[in-house]
């Protein structure tokens, strides 16, 4: 997907997850967050990362459909204008707390 433009629709988006992203990446700022308990200790641990961003699918885990003699079939995308790494690491994330992964 590193070929597609970036949607401009990213931008509209006005949800829990969309204003959390943004306030993460840097693109919002954090008094736009609602008081949440751990929020100062978290957002100390930011730092600027030099990457490029393409269109990722921000929500894999449990959003592939596999059968026996079809290709995987990837449903109920969640678009973001992430590093391609970034996909990566919510899998493996997903995959350790919600699908029980072995950590090796």
């Not at 990213?10 to 929020?39: I, M, T």
Request: proline share 11%; no cysteine; net charge negative.
């Amino acid at each position: 997907m590193r070929t597609v433009p970036r949607p401009s629709f990213l931008d509209e988006r006005d949800n829990p997850w969309s204003v959390g992203d943004r306030a993460a990446w840097g693109e919002l700022g954090l008094g736009a967050l609602p008081p949440v308990k751990h929020l100062d200790r978290l957002t100390a641990l930011l730092r600027p990362l030099e990457t490029t961003s393409q269109l990722i699918h921000g929500d894999l885990t449990g959003n592939v459909l596999f059968a026996e003699d079809a290709p995987p079939a990837v449903i109920d995308l969640a678009p973001y204008w992430r590093p391609p790494a970034f996909a990566s690491a919510i899998v493996v994330t997903d995959a350790l707390v919600w699908e029980g992964a072995d950590e090796r």
